[in-house]
C-alpha cells in the first residue's frame, strides 16, 4: 500500500525545481493499481516539456524511492 505522506514527502523534495521554472506538482490521488495521479500546475499546464518533467522527472524519482509504484500520471 502507497502512502499519501510518503508521496507528499517526494513532490516537496522535487517542488522547488520545478517552482523555478513556474510550474508546481499536486497529488491528486493514488489508485488501487498502484497509479499515482498528479496535477502540474503553473508554467507547466501546456508546456511542450511537461511530458519530460513528468517522466524522466517526477516519474523516475518517485518510482526509486517507492518500488511498489507502476506509474505516474498526469490528469486535469
Do not use: F, H, W, Y
Not at 517542488?15 to 496535477?39: C, S
Not at 507547466?44 to 517526477?58: D, E, F, Q, R
Amino acid at each position: 500500500m502507497i502512502i499519501k505522506e510518503e508521496v507528499e514527502k517526494i513532490l516537496a523534495k522535487i517542488r522547488p525545481a520545478i517552482q523555478a521554472d513556474g510550474g508546481d506538482v499536486e497529488l491528486v490521488n493514488i489508485r488501487e493499481d498502484n497509479v499515482i495521479e498528479v496535477r502540474l500546475k503553473g508554467a507547466c499546464n501546456g508546456c511542450p516539456m511537461a511530458t519530460l518533467t513528468l517522466k524522466a522527472g517526477i516519474e523516475r524519482i518517485i518510482k526509486e524511492e517507492i518500488t511498489d509504484v507502476t506509474e505516474v500520471i498526469s490528469v486535469k
